[in-house]
């Protein structure tokens, strides 16, 4: 599933570079706004932060939300007190758009996460260029090398890279890397199957001083204790927060646990 959908995010990104060149995007990114400092936004708190995520549809999900207005929606989180919003981009299976990530950039004040299958420079580029802040980079979709080369771009433009893991060596990997965000994703990306103490199991072999993000299988606020306990310092919400009402009240129901 994984290679898949790294593969089809490649295939768009080259659709996209036959009307806009490298270079263009590059020229782009170096003059966009300076990127938010998302790691310091996404620090260790006396309560848990959360990145609030637009999600249209997904892969284990199908259509979950109609969201006509990204930047409304993202209004409403950063309103809800979300640290960070992460907006998925890719267009085959989760129905976003770089054109939404410009949008919530353009809405909000607070960091803004391109959340896509990043395996080429050009995707990091234009992640800049429309405004991200904080860019992801999945272990398990990377070999060393080009994790290396990703995370030094995400660095080099000013943008934060969150590095994604989903068991001990992904994040012997992204430790080696010198990542200062790491997240542990409870979604098995092959079965889509849900664990929530995987955050649990790996939090432990992450730094002090790093920040550590559970991603995924928020389902409720018993869900957010459960990961804070966990060593949490941040929470990653999608679905629960586009399908539960009230984005403003959900947040501050997560937010109020210590
Ligand atoms: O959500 C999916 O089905 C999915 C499938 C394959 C790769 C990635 C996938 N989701 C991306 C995410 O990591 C989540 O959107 C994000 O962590 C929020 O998860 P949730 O709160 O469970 O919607």
Known sequence: MLDGLVAGARDDAARRRQSRSLSDVEAAAVAAPPALDAC????????????????????????????????????????????????????????????????????VDIPVLRKDFIAEPYQVLEARAAGADLVLLIVAALDDATLARLHALVLELGMTPLVETHDAEEVRRAVALGASVIGVNARDLSTFELDRDLFGRLAPSIPDGTVRIAESAVSGVADVEHYRRAGADVVLVGEALVTGGDPVATLHEFLAVT
């Open 40 to 107: 310091a936004a996404l620090q260790r708190g006396e309560r848990i932060k959360v990145i609030a995520e637009v999600k249209r549809a997904s892969p284990s999900r199908g259509a979950l939300a109609e969201i006509p207005d990204p930047a409304d929606l993202a209004r409403s989180y950063a309103a809800g007190g979300a640290a960070a919003v992460s907006v998925l981009t890719e267009e085959r299976r989760f129905g976003g758009s770089l054109d939404d990530l410009s949008a919530v950039r353009a809405a």
